[in-house]
């Protein structure tokens, strides 16, 4: 018997899922591996959750050692540092090539902090940054210790869904605090309706957080500097900017689209080579039952059979005390119903991999 191997790059949500359902129905002909540097993955949509007191960090923590116990399934503690299709091999940040048959890959965007410090000199130095969440996660309670001592000046920088919830989060669960959200040239949300833009406007006024449509040019130990010249004292700057496409696909051979992240069909296999796979922000939170079926048809040389769905077109934006903006086209209205759905959501996440 032909031995196989399914490689799943990156602990994100779906690929917790599709291991998940491997230790439930391994196959004795294939070998799943994944790839991933963590001990323990955190589900970023958690993370205002976390900060609002909603969960703790434990809730929104899944160990992987866990997850895989009692199964053949492989960790190995890496990056991918590169991927080459025409042998399909992987090269790691071990310094290690893994063949694959099948791969997965977290092509979701990720932030390069190298990058960001280029751009606003101090960020590496003196912010904390909501990505990767794991490590958020883990600096969270030393916060919570700093802000029992102190009533802090907080900034969040990056203003589109998560920097707003976390805002929002922040002076819910931190009242003494003075939270600040640092939006750049545009209004929060920018890429949503005017309509929900007027709402989290609303939402953001109703906790008194201070919105600044300014650009941070540096950061100092206690200030932060703006393109206009002006400056604000903040002791705690959180950075919640949009990332970019992972760095190891570019020279892979996969198509990509213009802005360099991976260009992929309906069941999201690469547009050019349908062995490969990718997890993608486009991924709903059922996405893991569609990857698992179509790899295991892949894997057996068969066309895929179920679309990946897509994020409910019902939005939901946390505001903090246990309300939410929900909004489905042009509709949007704020809601304790909306969050309600929003926790539930969230606490099926947490009963799959954290119990």
């Known amino acids: 018997m032909t031995i196989k191997k399914l490689v799943l790059v990156g602990a994100s949500p779906t690929h917790l899922q599709v291991v998940a359902a491997f230790k439930a129905a391994p196959r004795a002909d294939t070998d799943v591996i994944l790839v991933t540097p963590l001990d323990h993955a955190v589900h970023s949509a958690l993370l205002s959750g976390m900060v609002a007191g909603q969960y703790d960090p434990a809730q929104c923590t899944a160990l992987l050692e866990e997850l895989v116990k009692g199964s053949a399934i492989k960790i190995v503690p890496a990056h991918c540092t590169g991927v080459d299709t025409a042998?399909?091999?992987l090269r790691l940040s071990n310094g290690h090539i893994v063949h694959y048959d099948v791969l997965s890959l977290d092509a979701r965007p990720v932030v390069d902090r190298d990058a960001i410090d280029a751009q606003v000199p101090?960020?590496?130095?003196?912010a904390m940054f909501t990505q990767p969440p794991e490590h958020f996660a883990k600096l969270w309670p030393q916060v919570l210790a700093h802000a029992a001592q102190k009533a802090l000046h907080i900034s969040v920088l990056g203003a589109g869904a998560q920097g707003v919830e976390l805002a929002?989060?922040?002076?819910?669960?931190?009242?003494t605090c003075r939270v600040t959200l640092i939006a750049g040239p545009a209004a929060p949300v920018a890429a949503h309706t005017l309509g929900l833009q007027r709402r989290v406007m609303a939402a953001l006024k109703a906790l008194n957080i201070t919105v600044l449509q300014d650009s941070c040019s540096n950061i100092e130990a206690s200030c932060l500097h703006f393109s206009s010249g002006a400056s604000l004292v903040c002791d705690m700057p959180v950075v919640a900017i949009d990332g970019h496409p992972p760095t190891y696909l570019a020279g892979s051979g996969l198509a990509l689209n213009d802005d360099?992240?991976?260009?992929?069909?309906t069941y999201h296999q690469s547009a050019s080579h349908s062995h490969v796979f990718a997890d993608t922000a486009?991924?709903?939170?059922?996405?893991?039952?569609?990857?698992?079926?179509n790899m295991?048809?892949?894997?057996?040389d068969k066309p895929p059979k179920l679309g990946v769905p897509a994020p409910h077109a019902l939005n939901l934006i946390s505001?903090?005390?246990?309300k939410a903006i929900a909004s489905w086209g042009a509709i949007h209205f704020p809601s304790a119903i909306a969050w309600r759905l929003y926790a539930v959501i969230n606490q099926r996440w947490i009963r799959q991999y954290t119990t």
């Open 87 to 89: 042998t399909r091999q």
């Open 122 to 126: 101090g960020a590496k130095q003196y």
């Open 168 to 175: 929002m989060a922040l002076q819910h669960r931190l009242p």
């Open 260 to 265: 360099g992240s991976l260009r992929i069909n």
């Open 282 to 293: 486009a991924c709903g939170f059922e996405a893991g039952a569609a990857f698992n079926t």
């Open 296 to 300: 295991r048809a892949v894997l057996d």
């Open 319 to 322: 505001c903090g005390p246990r």
